[in-house]
């Protein structure tokens, strides 16, 4: 493995949990000062901070970080515009050959 990639690697191994951690704790001071001070609830701590975090992120974000639409990157994606294009530029005959046989492609085995 080249030292480039064993460097990217290091950092990302640390850099990761410590942003977890960062947003642990500006989840636990937003709570803390907004929410606690304002409404009957009570103070949280970093742990309740980031279980918060996992189950807000578990409920209405998921797991993927590569942002909306997965990972073909949305409509905009240079991808989607080389499909796009494509199919656009297809006639009819051609079209219905293409949807065929992505049809017998995507059955499941018998």
Known sequence: ???????KIGFFILAFPLFFMLMGYVVMLLWNYTL??????QRI???????????????????RFNGPGGRGGG??????????????GM???ERERFKSEWKKRCQPPR
């Open 1 to 7: 493995m080249k030292p480039y990639w064993k460097r």
């Open 36 to 41: 606690a001070e304002f409404t009957p609830l």
């Open 75 to 88: 409509p905009n994606h240079p991808k989607a515009q080389h499909w796009r294009e494509k199919w656009m």
């Open 45 to 63: 701590n970093f742990w309740q901070a980031v279980g918060l975090l996992l189950l807000c992120r578990i409920l209405f974000g998921g797991f």
């Open 91 to 93: 006639n009819d005959e």
